[in-house]
T-cell receptor, first 114, second 108 residues
Framework: DTEVTQTPKHLVMGMTNKKSLKCEQHMGHRAMYWYKQKAKKPPELMFVYSYEKLSINESVPSRFSPECPNSSLLNLHLHALQPEDSALYLC?????????????FGPGTRLLVL | QQQVKQSPQSLIVQKGGISIINCAYENTAFDYFPWYQQFPGKGPALLIAIRPDVSEKKEGRFTISFNKSAKQFSLHIMDSQPGDSATYFCAAGSRLTFGEGTQLTVNP
């Protein structure tokens, strides 16, 4: 099973809302990633968790707050977002977070901020 | 700045034809070069990847050609099919520095 699941598929939120995106994998992977993808653009790395610890934060604004409750789950908490944060948010995982590992992507959550 | 330049931005090919997408990179420390395929509404999926100690890698209809001295690599899709219509991203390095993407359309 090489599946990464993400919920919800779509999310509409106002700028004062608080919401969370969820990601789950059962491949035994120990590295998990959040990416942001705007239309017709490549994915941009936001955060990397390795063995449930945040290892990379690509200078993402604090209105995005990641959380890794266990090795299978990854959350992205959203608060006070801006309309320009509307995008496809992708979760990915890899075996150990080492170089040259295949990253497996989920289908993404399409977020619209009004 | 670590960049990967990808061309063309869009490509239209007839069924059965060869699709060729090119990428160039700047950082000589990159040692992993994957290609990802993304269909609308889906996340990217790894298609094929190459390491710099090899000049070519073939998997089915998909071939990566790698030119280390020119710092270029390309994806060739032989016998292109309408089902290959998707966006293709090259990437480089373990942190996946992506190219800008190529939207491929294969006409029946």
């Amino acid at each position: 099973d090489t599946e990464v699941t993400q919920t919800p598929k779509h999310l509409v939120m106002g700028m004062t809302n608080k919401k969370s995106l969820k990601c789950e994998q059962h491949m035994g992977h120990r590295a998990m990633y959040w990416y942001k993808q705007k239309a017709k653009k490549p994915p941009e790395l936001m955060f990397v968790y390795s063995y449930e610890k945040l290892s990379i934060n690509e200078s993402v604004p604090s209105r995005f707050s990641p959380e890794c409750p266990n090795s299978s789950l990854l959350n992205l908490h959203l608060h006070a977002l801006q309309p320009e944060d509307s995008a496809l948010y992708l979760c990915a995982s890899s075996r150990m977070g080492l170089a040259k590992e295949t990253q497996y992507f989920g289908p993404g959550t399409r977020l619209l901020v009004l | 700045q670590q960049q990967v330049k990808q061309s063309p931005q869009s490509l239209i090919v007839q069924k059965g034809g060869i699709s060729i997408i090119n990428c160039a990179y700047e950082n000589t420390a990159f040692d992993y070069f994957p290609w990802y395929q993304q269909f609308p509404g889906k996340g990217p999926a790894l298609l094929i990847a190459i390491r710099p100690d090899v000049s070519e890698k073939k998997e089915g209809r998909f071939t990566i050609s790698f030119n280390k001295s020119a710092k270029q690599f390309s994806l060739h899709i032989m016998d292109s099919q309408p089902g290959d219509s998707a966006t293709y991203f090259c990437a480089a390095g373990s942190r996946l520095t992506f190219g800008e993407g190529t939207q491929l359309t294969v006409n029946p």
